[in-house]
């Protein structure tokens, strides 16, 4: 029984990705606890989680790519209003609504790598901010979304009420999707971090020259990164509108996107985990404790502090301070056993 312990399930309990999956479960029980949860508190997990896969998507870009975008507003806004055009107005079944969101999304995200690949730095950062805009203004420019809102799937002429497979969920049902999505989206950047791909994008952040006299490819690489983070957005995009049935395009432009890049930089650029953090310091600290208490108003004052002292001593995130405070741990425990039982002669 041990050796199968050692040899089987040791290795299994102690693979990252069991911890995706447990963290996946714990968003389905969740659900079911949805009654006997505060509803803000419920409401901070959920926004959390969905906007998550927008941070894993920019991490991959930002933290390994070395690409500063602000466009990710942009895909949300493509993930909520394409889902909600081709359900509502098309009357398309919501798998293939999410598919044509999601190719929506990649052609798009290949429009950005394109723009990208002259440009880097700041100026990336503005260029990608453009390009947001445009899309903003586009769906402000589709008839059904004049007002800037995409007004749910039970109002106006054409009423539709969101279902899956022929059965109707609410919006706290989403979260089955959100932890179907969240799971796979952690698995697939921790592939691809730990991949040759990883490590390209890794070396073309560090030095474009040197990369590409390694013979990496930086259209393919760029052009990559672009879509891998386009359509992690839009899924967040997709599983918000699922959950909160409405979107509001003044609410995916350039604030949303300085939020993921702050909630990036928070947690760590380059953990799975620490992007978690972050994401819920930006988007779920607010609901969960900050408005229980009154304190609403201080949240941005809040994230500006963090962020500051975050670049001033912390360059990897908050999780970096787990990490010191896991060694501080180890060592006090050592002198602690030296005084105990005294040092080996």
């Not at 969905?50 to 895909?75: E, V």
């Not at 929506?104 to 990208?116: D, K, N």
């Not at 988007?283 to 670049?311: D, E, H, K, R, T």
């Amino acid at each position: 029984m041990r050796r199968i312990y050692r040899e089987k399930l040791k290795p299994f309990f102690k693979n990252p990705k069991f911890g995706f999956l447990v963290f996946g479960l714990i968003l389905i029980v969740l659900r079911f606890l949805s009654g006997v949860i505060p509803p803000d508190l419920f409401g901070a997990i959920v926004t959390t989680s969905y906007f998550y896969l927008a941070g894993l998507g920019f991490a991959l870009l930002l933290g390994y790519g070395g690409l500063a975008s602000l466009g990710t507003g942009a895909f949300v806004g493509i993930g909520a209003f394409s889902l909600h055009y081709l359900y509502r107005f098309m009357t398309l079944p919501l798998t293939v609504s999410i598919v044509g969101a999601i190719l929506i999304s990649i052609t798009v995200s290949l429009l950005f790598g394109f723009v990208s690949l002259r440009i880097a730095g700041m100026y990336l950062a503005i260029v990608t901010m453009g390009l947001s805009q445009i899309v903003v203004e586009i769906i402000k420019n589709i008839p059904e979304y004049a007002s800037g809102t995409s007004g749910g799937f039970l109002s106006g002429a054409v009423r539709r009420p969101l279902a899956f497979l022929g059965i109707q969920f609410d919006s706290n049902s989403t979260l089955f999707f959100i932890a179907v999505f969240v799971v796979i989206g952690m698995s697939v950047v921790y592939n691809l971090i730990n991949s040759p791909t990883g490590r390209a994008l890794l070396s073309m952040k560090n030095s474009e020259t040197a990369a590409q006299t390694m013979g990496i490819s930086l259209i393919k690489y760029r052009l990559f990164a672009f879509t891998i983070s386009g359509v992690f957005g839009t899924l967040a995009g997709i599983l918000s509108l699922m959950f909160v049935r409405n979107a509001d395009v003044t609410s995916v432009g350039l604030a949303f996107a300085l939020n993921i890049l702050a909630a990036v930089v928070i947690g760590g650029t380059k953990s799975i985990w620490g992007i978690l953090l972050g994401t819920f310091v930006i988007f779920g600290l607010n609901l969960a404790v900050l408005q229980p208490l009154n304190l609403g108003s201080y949240s941005i004052i809040i994230n500006g502090l963090l962020i500051i002292i975050v670049v001033m001593f912390y360059p990897g995130g908050l999780i970096q301070l787990f990490g010191d405070i896991k060694r501080l741990f180890i060592k006090t425990r050592l002198k602690l056993k030296e005084r105990v039982y005294g040092t080996e002669e």
